[in-house]
């Protein structure tokens, strides 16, 4: 009898920590859209000084430093709106352990390198108190604030989240 209930013992189980992993496909996703947010600002620094240069129909690269929180908006609670991204991203990192499809890791990299390189700018770029740097923006359909690689990040992702919303185990 006794060998019988030593087998049915079982170990105990430890805790999951799977809710505050972060998943390293959404990691290398974030670590891609700061890489090339900072490269094609560093660029539209550097070329688009003085002048604008033209693309297809209102497509156009001209440089814009963002004081502002979202769309220019706001340049007073640019700071306040920094910080609140700040601890998105912190709370958005810890939960990526629950995602389970390729595309729902995808995005949530996608909006926490967005998310990322814009309080960047805000952090390290000229501008007044903290987190007070301007945000580089360059990329102006001439209808819509002009934006950056990191503010598609930011949208792309996000959208992504809310056609996948639900479809993963662990919301």
Not at 123 to 135: D, I, K, T
Request: glycine fraction near 12%; charge should be positive.
């Amino acid at each position: 009898m006794r060998a019988v209930q030593e087998r049915r013992a079982v170990a105990p189980v430890a805790p999951s920590r799977r809710g505050h992993a972060v998943r390293p496909l959404a990691l290398v996703t974030a670590v891609v859209v700061i890489a090339i947010d900072h490269a094609t600002k560093w660029w539209a620094i550097n070329a688009l000084d003085e002048r604008d240069i033209d693309l297809i129909g209102s497509l156009r690269f001209h440089l814009v430093f963002n004081r502002g929180a979202a769309f220019g908006f706001g340049s007073r609670y640019a700071p306040f709106a920094a910080l609140v991204a700040l601890t998105i991203v912190i709370v958005v990192l810890r939960r990526t352990g629950g995602l389970e499809s390729r595309l729902s890791q995808l995005a949530v990299g996608a909006v926490i390198g967005g998310a990322v390189g814009n309080l960047l700018d805000r952090a390290f770029r000229e501008g007044s108190g903290l987190l007070g740097g301007a945000v580089v923006d360059f990329i102006d359909v001439q209808f819509w604030p002009v934006w950056n690689v990191a503010d598609m990040g930011i949208f792309g992702g996000a959208l992504a989240l809310a056609l996948t919303a639900g479809r993963d185990r662990d919301p």
